[in-house]
C-alpha cells in the first residue's frame, strides 16, 4: 500500500480540480488539499471532497452481474463477457454491425474514449456510436467549429479572466456547478472589471453580477443579436479587426440590424436600458469576454444561439487577441478530451472527420486496418437511444445514465426496455443499469490512471492511488477481454499509458493534436494544453496544422515518449498552446466567420394547455444523474431530492405554498415534486433540477427537439402546466398511494 499522498484530479465536472489521495490506515483514502494546481490552489466543492465515499463497496458494484429469471444475480467475469460477446455476435450476423449500438459518456478519460470508439469502429464494425457530451456542449462546439474552425472549450485559461474588462456570463450558474472558479470572477471585480449574468433566474451566480438580465428561456439568440444592433448602433464595431481578421461582417450586420431593440425587449423581457448598459460595460473596456454554458446551449437553436454571441464578439474586437474571445464552460470531468478523441458519432481521434478520406487512412494505419473498413457517421445521441429496438438491437454503454438524463426519459426508457440486448459498465448499479442484461462492474478514477482534460483544454494526468478491490476490472480491460472474444486479439492494451501512446500517434497532425505530451511530462508538469506537436512534428503554434495539408496524411513523428519535461534531444518540446487564435483563427483562410444568423422561437412554445416556460438544470451537491452523488450522504443531505422552482405570483395563482407537492405536465409526461417559491425565477417560468429517478424525474418532460446542426436536445425549454397535488394519506402499514391532481392548475 501507499504510503504517502498521491496527486490527482477530482472524478466529476470540467473544472478537474487538483486533490491528493492520502491513504486511511483502514486501507481507503482520503481527499487532502493540493495547493500547486493553479486552478482551485486547494479548494474544492462538497462534491469533490466527498468523492472518495462513492469507492467504498456499501455503494458501488462488487461483482458482475447477469439477469437470469427476470433479476440481476452476480456471475463469474468469463461467464459475463462471454454472455456479452456471444450475444453482439449473434445479433451481428442475423442484422448486421449497425445492430449494435455504443453509448459513451464525456465522463470517460481520453483513454477509454478512445479505445471505445476505437472498438466500435474496428472490433462491432458499427457506425451506430454516440455519447452524452451530445447532451452537454455540442452547440457550442458546432458554433466555435464554424467561427474559428477549431472547438476548444476555453481559447485561453482561466487565469486571464481577472485581468480582462468585462465579462458576459451567459446562462451558467458556475456557483453551483464549478464553485472553486467563482473566485476568478470576484478577482475580476476586485480588478475594476464588472461581470454580466444573463440566466432567466438570480442565481448564486447572478447575485455577484453587475449587472443581471433575465430573459425569457429560449431567447437568447434574439438577446445577442439585440446586443449587436446596439452596437452597429452606437458606433462600437471595430471596422479595423473586422476587416483585417474575419469575413461575412455584412451578412452578419443586416441580420442584427433586423433585430430592433425594442423587438428585442419583447421576446427577451430584457429592457432596452438594460440592453444598452450591457453594451457599454461590455465595449467600454480595453478586453472582453463572453462565456457560454448549457443555459444558451441546450436549445433546438442553441449552435445559431452561440453563433450570434461570437458575433457579438467579433464584431467588437473581443476575440484572437490578448483578454478577449468567447468561450464555453464545457461541463464533465473529460467533456474537452471526450469529444476529441472518436466516440463521437462523426469522429475520428485528434478531432478529425469520419467522413475525411485523408483522417480515415490516417487513423487506419494506426489501428492497422483498411480505411475502407471503417464505418461512416452515425446518428447523434438522442436519435440513437429513440432507434433502439428499431434498426439498432444491442447496446453497450459505459459512461452514462440515460434513464435519467436523457430528453423524453419515459420513452428513452421503454427503448431501453425494448433492446433485444443491454450491457452496461458502470461503477455503481444505476438506474439505466438495472435494466441490463448484463453489469460489469468496473474500477474508478483513484484506482486506475488515465487522461482527462479540462474546460481550459489542458491534458491532465489522474494518478492511482488504490488497488481497485478483488472482483472488479477497467473499461479497457474490459474492452481488452471483449475484443479478444470476437477475434481481435491486439490493439486493446490494458494499461492505460500504452493506449495513450497509441492516442498520441492517432492524433498526431490533427487539431486536437496531443503528440508532444506524455505521462511523463504531465506528471511533471499542471497539465499541457493542445494543441501540442511532438518535436520535430512542426512549428510551435497552432497554425502549422492548419497550414501544411500533407499533415493529415504525414504523422509527426514522436520522441520516443519517456524523456524528461523539457525535452530529450535536440528539439525542444512544444510548449502546449494555453492561448489559441492570437495571431489567426484556425479556419483555412485564419479569419474568424461571422454566423450571420436570425432569431426563431423555441420548438415548443406556451398555449393555452401548457402555459409555463419549464426550464431544467442543476444543483451544487448533486452531480449529473446523480448516480454517484445520490449514493453519499453529506451530498443527500444538503440536496435530498427534486423541487419544483417558481414564482411566488405563479404559487398564488396555483393556491400552493412552499412544499406543496406540484405536478408538472407536459406534452411528454408529468413529474411532481415539492414547491419551492422564490422570488429569483421569472414568474412565467419554472425550474426543475434533472439529478432524480422516479416521480420526480424532471427528463420526463423534457422537449427533444434537436438543434439541426449539433443535434443538441432543447432541455433547457419546452412548455408545461403546473398543478397543485394533493397527496393521500397512507394508512400505516399500507404501500404508498398516488398523489391526485386537484383544481387550481394555471392557464
Ligand atoms: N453541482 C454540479 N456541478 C456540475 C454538474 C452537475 O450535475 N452538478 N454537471 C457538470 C456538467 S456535465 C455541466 S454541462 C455543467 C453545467 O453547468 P451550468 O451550465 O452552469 O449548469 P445548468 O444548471 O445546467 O445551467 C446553467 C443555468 O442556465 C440557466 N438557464 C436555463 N434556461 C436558460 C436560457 O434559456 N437562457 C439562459 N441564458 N440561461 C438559462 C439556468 O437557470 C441555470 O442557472 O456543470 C458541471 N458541474
Ligand atoms: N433536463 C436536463 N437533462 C440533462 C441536462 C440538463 O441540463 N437538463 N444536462 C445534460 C448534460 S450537460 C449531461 S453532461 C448529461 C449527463 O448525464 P449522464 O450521461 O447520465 O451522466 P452521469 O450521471 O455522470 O452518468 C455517468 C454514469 O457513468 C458512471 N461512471 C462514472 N465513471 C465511470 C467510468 O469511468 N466508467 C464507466 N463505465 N462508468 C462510469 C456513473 O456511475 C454514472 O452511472 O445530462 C444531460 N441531461
Ligand atoms: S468544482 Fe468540479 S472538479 Fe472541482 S471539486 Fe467540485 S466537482 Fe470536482
Ligand atoms: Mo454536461
Redesign the pocket.
Known amino acids: 500500500m501507499r504510503t504517502t499522498s498521491t496527486p490527482t484530479h477530482c472524478p466529476y465536472?470540467?473544472l478537474q480540480c487538483g486533490m491528493a489521495l492520502s491513504p486511511l490506515p483502514t486501507g481507503g483514502v482520503e481527499v487532502v488539499e493540493r495547493a500547486d494546481f493553479p486552478v482551485n490552489r486547494g479548494a474544492l466543492c462538497g462534491?469533490g471532497r466527498t468523492a472518495p465515499a462513492v469507492l467504498s463497496s456499501r455503494v458501488r458494484l462488487t461483482s458482475p452481474l447477469v439477469r437470469s429469471g427476470g433479476a440481476l444475480v452476480p456471475s463469474g467475469w468469463d461467464e459475463a463477457l462471454d454472455l456479452i460477446a456471444g450475444r453482439l455476435a449473434g445479433i451481428r450476423d442475423v442484422h448486421g454491425p449497425d445492430a449494435l449500438g455504443v453509448f459513451g459518456g464525456?465522463g470517460l478519460t481520453n483513454e477509454k474514449a478512445y479505445a471505445l470508439g476505437k472498438f466500435a469502429r474496428v472490433v462491432l464494425g458499427t457506425s451506430q456510436i454516440d455519447y452524452n457530451g451530445r447532451f452537454?456542449?455540442s452547440s457550442a462546439a458546432a458554433g466555435g467549429i464554424k467561427a474559428f474552425g477549431l472547438d476548444r472549450g476555453l481559447p485561453f485559461p482561466l487565469e486571464d479572466i481577472p485581468r480582462t474588462g468585462c465579462v458576459i456570463l451567459?446562462?451558467?450558474?458556475?456557483a453551483?456547478?464549478?464553485p472553486p472558479s467563482l473566485r476568478f470572477f470576484s478577482e475580476l471585480r476586485e480588478n475594476g472589471g464588472t461581470l454580466i449574468v444573463?440566466?432567466?433566474?438570480r442565481?448564486k451566480t447572478a447575485e455577484q453580477a453587475d449587472l443581471h438580465l433575465a430573459?425569457r428561456?429560449?431567447t437568447?439568440l434574439a438577446l445577442a443579436l439585440g446586443l449587436l444592433h446596439l452596437v452597429v448602433a452606437e458606433g462600437r464595431v471595430d471596422e479595423e479587426f473586422v476587416r483585417e481578421r474575419t469575413t461575412g461582417w455584412e451578412e452578419a450586420r443586416a441580420a442584427a440590424m433586423a433585430h430592433w431593440p425594442e423587438q428585442v425587449e419583447r421576446i427577451t423581457g430584457v429592457s432596452v436600458p438594460q440592453l444598452r448598459q450591457a453594451v457599454r460595460m461590455f465595449c467600454e473596456p480595453e478586453a472582453a469576454m463572453v462565456l457560454t454554458?448549457?443555459?444558451?446551449e441546450q436549445?433546438s437553436k442553441g449552435t445559431d444561439t452561440v453563433g450570434a454571441w461570437i458575433d457579438l464578439c467579433l464584431a467588437t474586437g473581443r476575440a484572437g487577441r490578448p483578454l478577449s474571445g468567447y468561450g464555453c464552460?464545457t461541463?464533465?470531468g473529460n467533456?474537452q478530451g471526450g469529444r476529441e478523441h472518436g466516440q463521437k458519432a462523426d469522429q475520428l481521434p485528434g478531432y478529425r472527420k469520419l467522413d475525411d478520406p485523408a483522417a480515415r487512412r490516417h487513423v487506419a494505419e494506426v489501428w492497422g486496418v483498411d480505411p475502407d473498413s471503417l464505418p461512416g457517421p452515425g446518428r447523434s445521441a438522442y436519435e440513437l437511444l429513440d432507434a433502439l429496438g428499431g434498426d439498432v438491437r444491442s447496446l453497450l454503454l459505459m459512461g452514462s445514465n440515460p434513464v435519467v438524463s436523457a430528453p423524453r426519459a419515459a420513452h428513452v426508457e421503454e427503448r431501453l426496455r425494448s433492446l433485444d440486448f443491454l450491457a452496461v459498465c458502470d461503477v455503481v448499479l444505476s438506474e439505466t443499469a438495472a435494466l441490463a442484461d448484463v453489469v460489469l462492474p468496473v474500477t474508478q478514477w483513484a484506482e486506475e490512471s488515465g487522461t482527462t482534460t479540462s474546460l481550459e483544454g489542458r491534458v491532465l494526468l489522474r494518478r492511482q492511488a488504490l488497488t481497485p478491490p478483488d472482483g472488479i476490472r477497467s473499461d479497457l480491460e474490459v474492452l481488452h477481454e471483449l475484443a479478444a472474444r470476437l477475434g481481435v486479439e491486439k490493439g486493446f492494451p490494458t494499461d492505460p499509458e500504452e493506449v495513450f501512446e497509441e492516442l498520441r500517434r492517432a492524433s498526431a497532425g490533427g487539431i486536437a493534436d496531443y503528440s508532444g505530451i506524455t505521462y511523463a511530462r504531465l506528471a511533471a508538469e499542471n497539465g499541457v494544453f493542445w494543441p501540442c506537436p511532438a518535436p520535430g512534428g512542426g512549428e510551435a503554434g497552432v497554425e502549422d496544422a492548419w497550414d501544411d495539408p500533407a499533415r493529415d496524411t504525414d504523422p509527426a513523428p514522436l520522441d520516443g515518449g519517456d524523456g524528461p519535461a523539457q525535452g530529450t534531444g535536440p528539439v525542444p518540446s512544444h510548449p502546449g498552446t494555453p492561448r489559441l487564435f492570437l495571431d489567426r483563427f484556425a479556419t483555412p483562410d485564419g479569419r474568424a466567420r461571422f454566423a450571420a444568423v436570425t432569431h426563431r422561437p423555441a420548438a415548443e412554445e406556451p398555449d393555452a394547455d401548457y402555459p409555463v416556460l419549464l426550464?431544467t438544470?442543476?444543483?451544487?451537491?448533486?452531480?449529473?444523474s446523480g448516480a454517484q452523488t445520490r449514493r453519499v450522504d453529506e451530498l443527500n443531505a444538503a440536496a435530498p431530492g427534486p423541487f419544483v422552482e417558481l414564482h411566488p405570483r405563479l404559487a398564488a395563482r396555483l393556491g400552493a405554498a412552499e412544499g406543496d407537492p406540484l405536478a408538472v405536465v407536459s406534452r411528454r409526461g408529468r413529474a411532481v415534486a415539492p414547491a419551492r417559491i422564490t422570488t429569483g425565477i421569472r414568474p412565467d417560468t419554472v425550474?426543475m433540477p434533472f439529478?432524480w429517478p422516479g416521480e420526480g424525474r424532471a427528463n420526463t418532460l423534457t422537449n427533444p427537439a434537436l438543434d439541426p446542426t449539433s443535434r443538441m436536445p432543447e432541455f433547457?425549454?419546452c412548455a408545461v402546466r403546473v398543478e397543485r397535488v394533493e397527496r393521500v394519506e397512507r394508512p400505516e402499514g399500507v404501500g404508498a398511494a398516488g398523489p391526485k391532481a386537484v383544481a387550481g392548475g394555471v392557464s
Open positions: 465536472c470540467a462534491k464525456g452537454c456542449m451567459v446562462g451558467s450558474n458556475l453551483e456547478t464549478m444573463v440566466d432567466p433566474r442565481t430573459p428561456p429560449g437568447d454554458a448549457r443555459g444558451p436549445q464552460l461541463g464533465q467533456g426550464t438544470g442543476r444543483v451544487v451537491a448533486q452531480y449529473q425550474f439529478h433547457k425549454v
